[in-house]
């Protein structure tokens, strides 16, 4: 009986590494077209994110029922994901710029 049961754990913990090297291989966001750049969590089931799609980025905010589009940016992904001579400024940081940006053409 304990044979068995060392045997059925032994399975279990051979289909967990399987499982683990299959899902490596396999990537769910190998798209050409979409990205997401940036995430922050803003609470439970609640986020911020910034994609690219064909190029165009946009800040989308998400929780667990609806998901909206908050604004386009005008910078491209390479713009925005650009390195500055301090390394690579938090999603914080570049969230601040953005807004500063959008609120200084509103004016």
């Known amino acids: 009986m304990i ?7 032994a ?6 590494w399987i499982m683990k090297r299959f899902n490596n291989r396999v ?4 798209s050409k077209n979409m990205k997401v750049l940036e995430r922050i969590n803003l609470g439970p089931d609640k986020m911020l994110l910034l994609v690219s799609v064909c190029g165009k980025c946009m800040v989308l905010g998400v929780t667990s029922n609806h998901t909206e589009k908050i604004c386009e940016l005008e910078q491209s992904e390479e713009e925005l994901t650009k390195l500055p001579e301090g390394g ?16 200084n053409k509103k004016k």
Do not use: Q
Not at 27 to 30: F, G, T
């Open 3 to 9: 044979m068995a049961l060392l045997g059925v754990l």
């Open 11 to 16: 399975l279990v913990f051979l289909l967990f």
């Open 27 to 30: 990537a769910l966001s190998d």
């Open 88 to 103: 690579n400024p938090s999603f914080g940081e570049s969230f601040k710029i953005v807004l500063g940006n959008m609120m």
